[in-house]
């Protein structure tokens, strides 16, 4: 039951939930590869968590910076014990109101880099006997409403493909969903302009009622530490004042 000297990859690690779990696990010992795709954030926060940390910019949505990374990262530390797929993008907004790229940028982010992510680091995990899949889902996928659509789509798959891959891994893999509700991170942007209500109702509930993102990186932690012969499924974390 200890993080200690455990490898952890955390992709979206250049702020918010993946800023914060990346602090906590090398606080409590672990050696972390952060991932992201702004050199100079990543930079910045490898310099503020200290201890055995690296970066490298990395962008989920090609399969080719993910295998980059997972072999960049056993590599440097010899091994990968999780993959902390954290990376994620939303844009809210009526489905006729979004954009093509808009649309694809939440597919390529949030399921396809999930996706490479497993592909990348199956085989190393399938090699050592051992290893652990960290999704970071959303409470978006389990209440449904206007403006989330694409994103809750996205998210929902991610939340049934860890579940498959749980089943198809067996007994020496571990497969964890996360799904943070209303968190206080720039992921949520600046302020919408009036014009677009959906997305300002939304951004307003936010601030109103969201949690800091070290809650969602304990919750990552308590997955983490388990003994081994412990399999924490899914995770749920959401402030007590959101509906």
């Known amino acids: 039951m200890s993080i200690q000297n455990k490898v952890v990859i955390v992709t979206g690690a250049s702020s918010g939930i993946g800023e914060a779990t ?28 200290g201890g055995d940390v690296a970066w490298t910019v990395t962008d989920v949505r090609r399969h ?12 440097r530390f010899g091994r990968l014990d999780v993959l902390v797929a954290n990376a ?19 597919v390529s982010v949030n399921l396809n880099g999930v996706l490479h992510g497993i592909a990348a680091a199956l085989p190393v995990f399938r090699s050592q006997g051992s290893g652990h ?10 209440r449904i409403v206007a403006g989330q659509t694409v994103y809750a ?19 020496s893999i571990r497969v964890t969903a996360v799904s943070p509700g209303m968190v206080r991170t720039e992921f949520v942007g600046e302020r919408p302009p009036a014009s677009n209500p959906t997305a300002l109702a939304t951004w307003e509930q936010v601030q109103k009622v969201a949690i800091a993102p070290d809650a969602i990186a304990r ?5 983490i530490e388990q003994p081994k012969d412990v399999d924490v499924n899914e995770i749920v974390v959401r402030p007590t004042a959101q509906g």
Not at 94 to 101: I, N, R, S, Y
């Open 22 to 49: 990346a602090s906590l696990l090398a606080a409590r010992g672990a050696r972390v590869m952060l991932a992201g795709r702004r050199a100079d954030r990543l930079e910045q926060v490898a310099s503020a968590i």
């Open 64 to 75: 080719t910076d993910v295998r980059a990374l997972v072999s960049g990262t056993v590599e």
């Open 88 to 106: 994620g993008v939303a844009t809210v907004a009526p489905l006729d109101d979004l954009t093509d790229e808009q649309i694809d940028d939440m």
């Open 133 to 142: 899949f960290v999704q970071t889902v959303s409470t978006s996928g389990l």
């Open 153 to 171: 789509g996205v998210k929902n798959a991610v939340r049934t493909i860890s579940e498959g891959l749980r089943q198809e891994v067996g007994p």
């Open 219 to 223: 919750a990552i932690a308590f997955a």
